[in-house]
């Protein structure tokens, strides 16, 4: 009975999810972007629960079109879609919010992605990496209160030569997007790499990286990566690390609103 009841609830976010929605309805919308590469843009399996949508989560299709969220979020790479972060954070954190508050996420991650492809506006994947950030960010504040950006990317900067300019790195592109989001104070939230790689000491240094940029960043803030697991290959997070990474998200943004 309870499997029967979950198929006709997926199979009804499913449908709604698809429809055309609007933020015009007198209630406050929150906006987050999502950048970064693969971990970002989700490579973990998709399980039925992903699929159910909630009426005030929203993001985009490819068109620009408002739909009900529902994994998989990023569309940039068709062939290598998964499960994400974004619909645990959203989940998390509209439990904590008032009626009033709808969420909507913006995907704007591309798998393999470097920092310095980002901020060279490189075309990566069929994708100009800044431009089509600057685009969303410009339509983002069109559809309501961009809150914050969640990021998650360096796997492809662990090398010796870019992570030591990978803290220079970070501060180069987050003035950037403080500067699309015309708020030099919105937060953003980095979420450290995985503890397993094969190449770990090259991960360590992008986490340090990291660290050494949050410090002297007072509206960034670390998301803890450390006890999360791989799916197999020793560089993507499995669907629970997701979940549980996006869980995260939402704790860290709910902290910076006490």
Not at 19 to 34: A, D, H, I, N, Q
Not at 227 to 233: A, P, T, V
Request: positive net charge.
């Amino acid at each position: 009975m309870k499997k029967n009841i979950l198929i006709v609830l997926v199979l009804i976010g499913a449908y709604a999810c698809q429809r055309p929605v609007s933020t015009k309805s007198g209630k406050e919308t929150w906006v987050f972007l999502m950048a970064g590469q693969s971990n970002m843009a989700g490579r973990g399996v998709i399980e039925a629960s992903d699929t159910i949508t909630h009426p005030r989560i929203l993001t985009i299709d490819k068109d620009y079109q408002l739909i009900r969220a529902k994994e998989p979020i990023h569309f940039y790479e068709p062939n290598m879609k998964g499960l994400d972060c974004g619909l645990s954070f959203a989940q998390n954190l509209i439990k904590e919010l008032n009626d009033s508050v709808t969420i909507l996420l913006i995907p704007t991650a591309v798998g393999g992605s470097s920092s310095k492809q980002w901020l060279r506006d490189t075309v990566h994947r069929h994708v100009k990496l800044l431009t089509n950030f600057r685009e969303k960010m410009a339509f983002a504040k069109t559809q309501g209160i961009v809150k914050g950006i969640l990021w998650h990317q360096g796997e492809s900067d662990a090398n010796p030569a870019a992570t030591q300019v990978y803290t220079e790195n970070l501060k180069k592109l987050f003035s950037t997007f403080r500067t699309y989001a015309a708020n030099d104070k919105l937060p953003i939230f980095i979420g450290e790499l995985g503890t397993y790689s094969k190449t770990p000491e090259q991960w360590n240094h992008i986490n340090e990286a990291i660290r050494q940029y949050v410090s002297t960043d007072p509206y960034s803030f670390l998301i803890s990566t450390a006890d999360l697991q791989h799916k197999g290959d020793f560089v993507h997070f499995n669907s629970e690390g997701q979940r549980i990474m996006g869980k995260r998200f939402a704790e860290a943004f709910l902290k910076t609103m006490k």
